[in-house]
């Protein structure tokens, strides 16, 4: 069973900085593509990062770019997005997400549960 | 970067009707590399359709939609309790950003 568990979430000031972690099992980690979405507090979904299967590609958000590192472990099965100088917009539900296909071009077909990120002071 | 509209923002409905969703795109979207998605309150979205009009495995063919370029819709043919929910589309096929619109949230009447 495809499984994708986010943690690292939390309550951070203006500025600070947070790491979250998002383990995957269930499926060839290594061979798909993967991306971090984003919820506002009753908003829609924002799409914020991607990674390729080998680490060798990476997209972002403008308005995350500068800010935010997407990485994986692939020998952890592990996706990472480190968030560096947080502003209170940031706040939102941070999602990992699975492309459907490793292989073409594809939407998500697993989503984690989700990691709550909070920026205020 | 691809703008995803969809409208309406809200469809209020009885289980048994059918609803109608749209979702109109800025420019088109590549090789109707259109996906719609579903989410409930406390939930993260589940994956319907891909590829404009490809239902996802496990959905139900109470589910269909269509379109290319532009313009693109989602059916629920008779809505059932578990359908009330907002749906989101996105696409997928252009170079980064990916985009979802802005959602519709179909609510019982």
């Known amino acids: 069973e495809v499984q994708l568990v986010e943690s690292g979430g939390g309550l951070v000031q203006p500025g600070g900085s947070l790491r979250l972690s998002c383990a995957a099992s269930?499926?060839?980690?290594?061979?798909?593509?993967m991306h971090w979405v984003r919820q506002g507090p009753g908003k829609g979904l924002v799409w914020v990062s991607r990674i390729n299967s080998d680490e060798s590609s990476t997209s972002y958000a403008d308005s995350v770019k500068g800010r935010f590192t997407i990485s994986r472990d692939n020998a952890k099965n592990t996706l990472y997005l480190q968030m560096n100088s947080l502003r209170a917009e940031d706040t939102a539900v941070y999602y990992c997400?699975?492309?459907?296909?490793?292989?073409?071009?594809?939407?998500?077909?697993?989503w984690g549960q989700g990691t709550l990120v909070t920026v205020s002071s | 970067e691809i703008v995803l509209t969809q409208s309406p923002g809200t469809l209020s409905l009885s289980p048994g009707e059918r609803a109608t969703l749209s979702c109109r795109a800025s420019?088109?979207?590549?090789?109707?590399?259109l996906a719609w998605y579903q989410q409930k309150p406390g939930q993260a979205p589940r994956l319907l359709i891909y590829?404009?009009?490809s239902r996802a495995t496990g959905i139900p063919d109470r589910f269909s939609a269509s379109g290319s370029g532009t313009d693109f819709s989602l059916t629920i043919s008779r809505l059932e309790p578990e359908d009330f929910a907002v749906y989101y589309c996105?696409?997928?096929?252009?170079?980064?950003?990916?985009?979802f619109g802005q959602g519709t949230k179909v609510e019982i009447k």
């Open positions: 590829g404009a009009s």
């Open positions: 996105q696409q997928y096929g252009s170079p980064p950003p990916w985009t």
């Open positions: 269930g499926f060839t980690f290594s061979s798909y593509w």
């Open positions: 420019q088109s979207v590549s090789s109707s590399y």
């Open positions: 997400a699975r492309l459907r296909s490793p292989s073409t071009i594809s939407p998500y077909d697993y």
